[in-house]
């Protein structure tokens, strides 16, 4: 696995690193498995353009926020704090249009740095490279 770390300046001018997950099998295992997440960390995954995303927190350990960005690194749909998934079936939590971008950011983040939907993220360059092939 080739992890690619960017820095992203997601609002405020907060800097918060983020490993990109542009990898199929990358993105399948995310954070999964971590008791915990370090403020200013995250993680960003990259998908195909055309992509109406479902994550589900099956194996996870902690809440996360859930960040859903279109391929103009615009903020179109936040989940707060989703819980972990303790017991089949588990929720998905899926973008209600086709998206470029997730982040999973430590739980309260979006509200700590006060979040908006409709807000531009910089995502370190990244938003301005080709999406990974389908």
């Known amino acids: 696995m080739t992890v690619l770390w960017r ?15 542009a990898q199929t099998v990358d993105r399948q295992q995310g954070l999964m498995g ?20 479902a994550i589900w927190m099956r194996h996870m ?13 615009q903020l179109v749909q936040i989940f707060h704090e989703v819980p972990p ?10 973008a209600d249009q086709p998206i470029r971008f997730v982040i999973e950011l430590a739980p309260g983040s979006a509200q700590r740095l006060q979040l908006q939907l409709g807000d ?10 080709p999406p990974p092939a389908s």
Not at 9 to 16: D, Q, Y
Not at 85 to 94: A, I, K
Not at 120 to 129: A, F, M, S, V, Y
């Open 85 to 94: 998934c303790l017991q089949l079936p588990c929720v998905f939590y899926q």
């Open 61 to 73: 350990r902690m809440a996360l926020d859930l960040l859903f960005v279109d391929e103009q690194a």
């Open 7 to 21: 820095y992203a300046v997601i609002a405020w001018s907060m800097l918060i690193m983020l490993p990109i997950q």
């Open 34 to 53: 971590r008791s915990s997440l370090a403020q200013a960390t995250g993680m960003l995954f990259d998908f195909p353009l055309g992509t109406r995303p």
């Open 120 to 129: 531009r993220l910089e995502l370190g360059g990244h938003e301005h490279q």
